[in-house]
């Protein structure tokens, strides 16, 4: 694993994670459990922007995804604020446009606990940690000029945010690894 990319996504999704306690001064939504929207699926599809992936550090590659979200329980770690725990798994993947016939693509498959806290009338953060299995294809004269391919299993984290358009669609924001930002549409059923 490449713990310096783990690192350097950690402030960022801290700097997330920050902007919560200021939202949630906005509206008492926060100290209402239950306060939220039903749902019994989010279906998320997604654009993936990574960085830095398995030695291809600062380079990016571009993708998209999508994440299914089933909700197991509202208001249970915190029974007195305005909270829901998912469960998200989904399918990702990334490709680096390198010179030189380089071209990795990748396949992430993550699956995670996301904690949904419901600060606002319009906006829910929270964090998401699991693990990722993903696949890489390779394109380049070290795999004898045919093509190799490797997976491995990482742990992910991720801070989550959305913003609310109304009951059933929302901008979902996340950033985190190994994955690092995606931004999509999810919708509420």
């Keep these: 694993m490449n713990a310096r990319m783990l690192w ?12 919560a306690p200021s ?3 906005a509206d008492g939504t926060i100290r209402i459990p239950g306060d939220h929207p039903d749902y019994h699926v989010d279906i998320e599809p997604h654009g993936v922007l990574a960085v830095g992936f398995d030695g291809f550090d600062g380079i990016f590659g571009f993708g998209g995804g999508v994440r299914f979200s089933i ?8 029974p007195r604020i305005n909270n829901n725990v998912a469960i998200t798994f989904g399918a990702d993947f990334a490709y680096y446009p390198f010179p030189n016939n380089y071209q990795p ?5 993550p699956v995670a606990l996301q904690w949904n806290f419901f600060v606002d009338k319009k906006w829910s953060v929270g964090p998401e940690v699991g693990f990722t299995p993903w696949f890489g294809l ?4 070290v795999c004898d ?3 190799c391919h490797n997976w491995e299993l990482w742990p992910s984290i991720a801070a989550v945010g959305r913003y ?8 979902t924001m996340r950033l ?6 995606n931004i999509g549409v999810s919708f509420w059923l």
Excluded: D
């Design 23 to 25: 939202v949630a001064h």
């Design 8 to 19: 350097r996504s950690a402030p960022l999704a801290l700097a997330i994670a920050a902007m």
């Design 145 to 147: 000029g045919n093509g």
């Design 138 to 141: 390779y394109n380049y004269a």
């Design 71 to 78: 909700p197991v329980c509202k208001n249970c770690f915190i």
């Design 105 to 109: 693509t990748f396949l992430f498959l």
């Design 164 to 171: 609310h358009f109304n009951q059933k669609v929302a901008l």
């Design 176 to 181: 985190g690894f190994p994955e690092f930002f």
